[in-house]
């Protein structure tokens, strides 16, 4: 790892922590480059602005759940398999970002164009995951043949869905009952689209 990006490592983590502590508006300059470890002047070199910082902060944070999804998903077998991974890489990931989310439903209405852009571009991603599962499913006879309209509509709805799955579980944080959760969302999600072999088992 180069300098300048370990630098950058230190600074984020740093935000971070201060962010789901205080919050964007609570937090200063001062206290980021403290909690990195740096002085003011090496923060400022980086990021001009606290709002900079904390879009970074948000712009990490997505690409890590987007690699512990694909690392998820990758490490199934099966199609079904595969959304299972998928959605739980996915609900472990926000449980375990709790207290930042958290901060940023708060500093929603300041950072909304920010946060609206980062959103926009992770969902195409979960969008790009969900078709490639689809794909794969078709390809090995696990789910019947869909074709490319109806399999980019299908992969709208259980984005869609999985979105709506997360909310109960920002109450209930047990990772038993999510388990269980997610396991029987999924199976009621492809119910349909199993293919006429699977279906008579």
């Known amino acids: 790892m180069e300098k300048d ?69 990758n490490n199934a077998f099966t199609a079904k398999g595969k959304l299972k991974a ?35 571009r992770y969902e195409q991603i979960q969008l790009d995951m ?13 789910f019947r043949d869909i074709t490319p309209e109806r399999m980019q509509k299908m992969s709208f709805v259980m984005v869609t869905a999985f979105r709506g799955l997360h909310f109960p579980l920002t109450i209930e944080l047990s990772e038993s009952q999510t388990q269980e959760y997610f396991e029987e969302m999924i199976d009621m999600l492809i119910e349909g689209i199993g293919s006429e072999e699977l279906r008579k088992v």
């Not at 926000?94 to 909304?112: C, K, N, Q, W, Y």
């Not at 969900?130 to 696990?142: A, H, K, P, T, V």
């Open 130 to 142: 969900i078709r490639e599962i689809l794909l794969g499913g078709c390809q090995s006879g696990e």
């Open 5 to 73: 990006e370990l630098v950058i490592r230190e600074i984020l983590a740093g935000a971070k922590r201060l962010f789901g502590k205080h919050g964007l508006k609570k937090t200063t300059m001062e206290e980021i480059a403290s909690a990195a470890g740096k002085g003011k002047s090496t923060l400022y070199y980086y990021f001009p602005s606290k709002v900079e910082i904390f879009e970074a902060v948000v712009e990490d944070e997505m690409k890590n759940v987007v690699r512990r999804i694909r690392e998820a998903v």
């Open 86 to 120: 998928f959605l739980h890489s996915q609900i472990t990931s926000i449980i375990g970002f709790h207290s930042f989310r958290e901060v940023l439903f708060e500093e929603m209405m300041d950072s909304m164009r920010m946060l609206i852009c980062i959103k926009s």
